[in-house]
């Protein structure tokens, strides 16, 4: 399978995202954006949006529509996939998604406010019996037990894929309707209180009892920027990045809510603007 290549690849598209590409579009790169989800969708659950400049009186689903028809208008190609990795590969980036995987000369990331680990145990087995992505780790748990804890009816493809695989497959929904989820799948509507184990993550505890698993798939939208650039440094909850919006890694920026307050729309375009013209400045000097 041959492996595509950009210019410029964007991790999210929310308005830094979403301005960044517009920016390296004008400028004729090669550019592309990587989302999972819904574009603008947080700007679009606004009611009404008051202090951006020249739309005095806009919804939020007004002012999502008009960003999502620039990005059309330009032909951006948006990627539909989840990414999950990047590993730094000379002078490019390799990006895996939960499909595929793709070659970019410079990476931004613009995934909106990070996510961090939320369940207690989670952090301390990142990497360790904990995945976020079921189609990239599922085979290694073929023939055995799993449990997935899932946020979204999003991912109930990803769970269908370790029904294929895995002897057996638990099922813990963070969300109210369960829409496509294969019938091998126990559903298990609990609330989860602590992941933990020896030296991998195998016990997951909910109000109600244990699971002793053989692996665990927490699905979310997002995965942790720091599983998905290896030695990303962080200050605090945020990517930290220089005035020129670089993170510590070579080839990668980020902009908008993920490098920290106020959280709002005029600085998350702002910044990724700013961010992709440094990118696109480094980009043409080498």
């Not at 980036?93 to 990331?109: A, F, P, R």
């Not at 780790?137 to 029904?163: C, M, P, Q, T, W």
């Not at 019938?183 to 002793?212: D, M, S």
Request: charge should be negative; proline fraction near 3%.
């Amino acid at each position: 399978m041959s492996t595509e290549n950009y210019e410029i690849g964007i991790v999210g598209a929310g308005p830094a995202g979403m301005s960044a590409a517009i920016n390296a579009k004008a400028r004729d790169k090669d550019v592309v954006i990587f989302e999972s989800s819904q574009l603008a969708k947080k700007i679009e659950w606004a009611p009404h949006v008051d202090n951006y400049l020249g739309f005095s009186q806009v919804s939020g689903e007004e002012l999502a529509e008009q960003f999502i028809n620039h990005i059309k208008e330009l032909e951006i190609p948006i990627i539909k996939e989840k990414v999950v990795q990047v590993f730094p590969m000379g002078d490019q980036l390799m990006v895996t998604t939960n499909g595929e995987s793709y070659q970019v000369k410079k990476l931004i990331l613009t995934i909106g406010v990070v996510q961090e680990a939320k369940i207690t145990g989670e952090a301390d087995y990142i990497g360790q019996g904990i995945s976020y992505c079921a189609t990239c780790d599922g085979r290694l748990y073929k023939d055995k037990e799993v449990l997935v804890i899932s946020d979204s009816a999003h991912h109930e493809d990803e769970a269908n894929f370790l029904a294929d695989i895995c002897e057996t497959v638990y099922y813990i929904p963070q969300y109210k309707d369960i829409e496509n989820l294969d019938n091998r799948i126990n559903v298990v509507r609990e609330k989860v209180r602590e992941i933990n184990g020896e030296e991998l993550a195998n016990n997951v505890i909910t109000e109600e009892q244990e699971y002793g698993v053989d692996g665990i798939f927490i699905l979310r939208e997002t995965v942790p920027p720091s599983e998905i650039v290896a030695g990303l440094e962080l200050d605090g909850k945020y990517i930290k990045v220089d005035r020129e919006f670089k993170t510590n890694v070579k080839g990668v920026y980020a902009a908008g809510d993920c490098i920290g307050r106020p959280l709002q729309i005029s600085k998350a375009t702002g910044e990724g603007q700013v961010a992709v013209l440094k990118a696109i400045e480094e980009l043409d000097q080498e």
